[in-house]
């Protein structure tokens, strides 16, 4: 161990205690420039830089991982062409880029229903 | 005091899904008979519960329409006449198509349905990606019935079945029906437990089991059990609003989804999958779930970045000639059928219930039902009803 | 005689040891591991390029470790080896597979197909469970042992069952805080539990110790706490801990990482999709799928091993998988196969059946604590993956006269979220048995549905 270690408090989640020897790597986070160290999973990467890794659809907050195992589900994010990653089993790499809300492009909103929903007839 | 062994009503119904308790509640709200269903399981786990949840008209059998529209009036109100939610959208139903050839298809039932009072639009693709913007460049135009829409189908058979018991019939589950006998003017349904019940009128709702009873009627009915192939996605932004379906020719083709408003979407379609009425099991075959995949993608690109979640089969009965089997026996006085609903009952269901709850208890039907009549899978030799 | 085509799902402790049972029986299985890595969940193995050693990663563990490591890599040119491949469904005779990248899809005939697809944590939902900072026991782990990262800056870990105390202890070595372990179970153990304990005393003692470093450290331990709940804020997560102490008087933890777990949740889905028969254990109060003594399902054709058929923990799945696999030889006829099995089958059964006490101990020691379900608020979070609440579950039991889990599952959608009941499904049986006034095991358990994890729709169909 050559660096010392970055404490809690840079903004991140998880801290690290060890293994901070790696090569860094770059990152996009929600269009943000980010630093990870190499053989680091997509969710310690999220989680390092900030303290969340989505935003639950049913409007009960933020989420942040909960089994690192593969096994909830509650960690996947998005790359910006709307690709589905699982956080905790996806290794980052060189460049990647990652949204923790969904891109538009992923599921738009219909113009019928974004109609409707302005309270509006589609015409 | 009762012989408790031996329960009378007025009407004795067979089978605890859609057709068995829309029948009943309104055999009770409408007529007030006295009504007891008997269900094998719990009321609504088979086809009514496990079917897509489609409530449309468009693309039905022209013979099927008046009874739809009739269905379609109650989906209105469902919610206020069960005091429950039922999920019902009216956002439409919308069909494309891949071909010119079925672009003609389309455009002939809009002109087949008009008189019967269904009114559909028709769009091209450019009409399409206008309103929806959804599709591949592989559909080239669609029609839309835009007061169709779909519902909830895990919750409508159990909620008719409450709103039922709430209206006075007595509903029991957990009562398979052993056999049933007619003893003079009466039907004696013996469950596999000893309990009897008796009524002079009869209605057989048992969905993909119904054969061998229509059999011991001497009515036998051509009745094949298949399993619906549906799988669900994980929740994603709320963006559509019809249920959305592809006509065509080619099985495999055939798929349909809606998004329901937690925002998962619920797709079927293509092949039908393995299913055993004897053995209670239906299977989804991982070779049609993958095939399934594909075809959404092609007709829906977006569906290529959506997690599925699950998938789910059930049992289903389907005739030999695609029509329902629904109205009186030809051979029993006191003895009706509504079943064999070919995979897509669901929609009609609130029609059919109001339609045999008016043929019991008045003797006829303001709804053309004669297309569906039983007495079509007779040998034309046979014309002698069974006589007490 | 064409060699028999033998699957392994999971490449843990229970699937190496059966490939390699059957490597040395001379045959050459297909190895399906859902990881990147093999070596499982309790020996995950950490990415190239990190410097700690076994010691320093698996503690008491790491000769164990290491030699399946070892034995692995040098199994692998021996087997055809899977990795990040998913077994996603399973028909008579066939396995369907996924590639988590690439979305290729396999199916793979099989002779035998040998289960060993683990565990995961068992939960019991707690109030505010469902905000960012809240981890299973497991995931702590994880975090450190392949991350070298802790949840957090303060964490409490909760729950109860020797990986409570081992990740307390083992956080507490690598540098990281922790404020309190809260076990819900007592401080002191039964007799009868003891007498379960006793089959494996260095295990026991080991144990002791781990609680022994952890007060020496001045982290506050508890027995017999009822978690109350997770306070903190839709946006920035967990904050603090509120409990019930042994008297009964509140306390609170402040904290911003919390680690939950109540021992071990078999993944049985597989085995489901196989059709095997299920029957309910009081003793774990879950349902798990029969096996005989040697790892037979009740399905002709497959084998199930190691914590995801008996939660007996590494050891015990080492044996199970190795005994499954000379079982699956022996099946099929296969003569080396049946040589090896005839002389090692009572040793492995007699390995199993002291694992096998030493289990009935830990469930007495660490017990489900079930009663905490029926005692949720109606506004708390039982399903994390749609945020269904405990209310609803009931509702579906009192309004709408649900009497089996699967009928509350359909009217609740408890169950239907993305983990596919895994975290919330022990929970709502108990609260659907309590509410429905009927013992839990008549209650029925969730039936598992393909695909196993969720499927990407870009999966393709193979060839």
């Known amino acids: 161990m050559s660096k010392p270690l970055p404490s809690a408090g840079s903004g991140g989640r998880f801290v690290r205690l060890a293994e901070t020897g790696r090569p860094a790597l770059q990152l996009l986070i929600d269009g943000q420039p980010a630093t990870a160290l190499e053989g680091d999973t997509l969710l310690v990467a999220l989680l390092t830089h900030g303290r969340r890794v989505r935003s639950s659809e049913f409007g009960d907050g933020t989420r942040a991982g909960f089994c690192l195992m593969g096994a909830c589900q509650d960690c996947w994010v998005w790359d910006e062409a709307g690709h589905r990653l699982r956080a905790c089993s996806t290794v980052v790499s060189e460049g990647m880029t990652v949204r923790t809300t969904p891109p538009a492009s992923l599921w738009p909103v219909t113009p019928e229903v974004a109609a409707r929903e302005r309270g509006e007839v589609f015409r | 005091m009762s012989d408790t062994t031996q329960q009378r009503s007025d009407v004795l119904i067979v089978g605890g899904g859609l057709m068995g308790t829309t029948t009943a509640l309104f055999l009770r709200r409408h007529h007030g008979l006295s009504v007891t269903l008997l269900e094998r399981e719990l009321i609504g786990r088979q086809a009514s519960g496990t079917n897509f949840g489609n409530v449309r008209r468009q693309g039905r059998d022209l013979a099927q329409i008046p009874l739809a529209n009739r269905a379609r009036a109650v989906w209105s109100r469902v919610n206020e006449l069960l005091g429950e939610d039922l999920e019902f959208v009216p956002y439409g139903h919308l069909r494309v198509c891949y071909t010119e050839a079925q672009t003609a298809k389309l455009e002939q039932h809009v002109r087949d349905v008009q008189p019967l009072g269904l009114e559909l639009q028709m769009f091209s693709a450019e009409a399409l990606r206008r309103r929806w913007g959804i599709f591949s460049d592989e559909v080239v135009a669609g029609s839309l019935s835009p007061l169709d829409g779909h519902a909830n189908p895990r919750l409508a058979g159990p909620a008719f079945g409450r709103a039922a018991q709430r209206a006075g019939a007595h509903i029991h589950e957990h009562s398979e029906v052993a056999h049933i006998e007619r003893v003079g003017a009466e039907f004696v349904a013996h469950t596999v437990d000893g309990r009897q019940y008796r009524a002079p009128q009869l209605l057989v709702t048992t969905g993909a089991w119904s054969a061998r009873f229509a059999q011991d009627f001497g009515e036998p009915v051509p009745l094949d059990a298949r399993g619906p192939q549906m799988g669900v996605t994980e929740p994603l932004p709320y963006a559509i609003g019809p249920s959305i379906g592809v006509s065509t020719p080619i099985e495999t083709e055939g798929l349909y989804f809606r998004q329901i408003a937690r925002g998962n979407i619920v797709f079927g379609g293509g092949l039908k999958g393995p299913a055993f009425a004897d053995a209670m099991r239906a299977y989804v075959k991982p070779d049609n779930t993958l095939r399934q995949l594909r075809e959404l993608r092609r007709f829906v690109p977006a569906f290529a970045n959506v997690q599925l979640i699950r998938v789910w089969s059930g049992i289903e009965g389907y005739t030999d000639d695609w029509v329902p089997v629904m109205g009186p026996s030809a051979r029993v006085p006191g003895l009706h059928y509504a079943f064999g609903f070919n995979g897509e009952g669901f929609a009609i269901s609130p029609g059919v219930g109001e339609v045999m709850a008016e043929l019991i208890a008045t003797g006829r039907t303001s709804t053309p039902i004669d297309a569906f009549s039983i007495g079509r899978f007779a040998p034309a030799e046979q014309d002698q009803p069974i006589t007490t | ?463």
């Open chain 3, 1 to 463: 005689m064409t060699p028999p085509r033998v699957v392994v799902v999971g490449a843990g402790p229970a699937g190496v040891r059966a490939a390699q049972a059957l490597v040395e029986a001379g045959v050459r299985p297909i190895v399906i591991d859902e990881g990147r890595r093999d070596g499982g969940q309790i020996y995950r193995r950490q990415p190239d390029g990190f410097t700690r050693t076994h010691a320093m990663l698996y503690g008491s563990e790491a000769a164990k470790a290491q030699a399946l490591h070892e034995g692995f890599d040098t199994l692998r040119e021996h087997v055809d080896y899977r990795p990040e491949t998913l077994a996603w469904n399973v028909t008579p005779g066939q396995l369907h597979t996924v590639h988590a990248s690439s979305g290729e899809t396999a199916t793979l005939d099989f002779d035998a197909l040998i289960v060993c697809a683990g565990a995961t944590d068992r939960l019991m939902p707690v109030p505010g469970w469902n905000q960012a900072g809240c981890y299973s026991l497991g995931a702590a782990q994880i975090a450190l042992k392949a991350q070298a990262c802790a949840i957090g800056s303060r964490v409490v870990f909760m729950g109860s069952g020797p990986l409570l105390y081992l990740v307390a202890a083992q956080y507490v070595k690598a540098g990281a805080k922790v404020e309190a372990v809260l076990d819900t179970a007592p401080a002191l153990p039964t007799f009868a539990a003891l007498r379960g304990l006793l089959n494996r005393p260095r295990l026991l003692l080991r144990g002791l110790a781990l609680k022994a470093m952890l007060r020496l450290t001045g982290v506050k331990l508890l027995n017999a706490i009822t978690p109350l709940r997770i306070e903190g804020t839709p946006e920035g997560g967990v904050a603090e801990v509120a409990i019930h102490d042994a008297r009964g008087a509140e306390r609170a933890f402040a904290c911003d990482a919390v680690g939950l777990g109540w021992h071990l949740r078999a993944e049985t889905q597989l085995a489901d999709l196989a059709r095997c028969e299920f029957a309910f254990e009081p003793l774990s109060r879950q349902w798990l799928p029969r096996i005989d003594a040697d790892g037979r399902s009740s399905t002709p054709g497959v084998y199930l091993a190691g914590d995801g058929a008996r939660l007996l923990g590494a050891d015990g799945a080492e044996a199970a998988g190795r005994l499954a696999a000379l079982a699956a030889l022996h099946d099929l006829n296969h003569a080396r196969g049946r040589t090896l099995f005839a002389a090692e089958r009572m040793s492995l059964q007699r390995t199993l059946a002291t694992m096998n006490g030493f289990r009935e101990g830990l469930a007495q020691a660490f017990p489900w604590p079930h009663a905490h379900a029926a005692a949720l608020p109606n506004d708390a979070v039982v399903c994390r993956c749609e945020a269904v609440t405990a209310g609803e579950l009931r509702r579906s039991v009192l309004e709408f006269g649900s009497q089996e889990v699967n009928r509350a599952k359909a009217f609740s959608r408890v169950g239907m979220g993305r983990c596919q009941g895994r975290y919330c499904g022990h929970a709502a049986a108990e609260i659907v048995a309590a509410a429905a006034s009927i013992p839990v095991e008549q209650i029925g358990r969730l039936r598992s549905q393909a695909p196993v994890k969720p499927l990407l729709m870009s999966t393709q169909e193979h060839e």
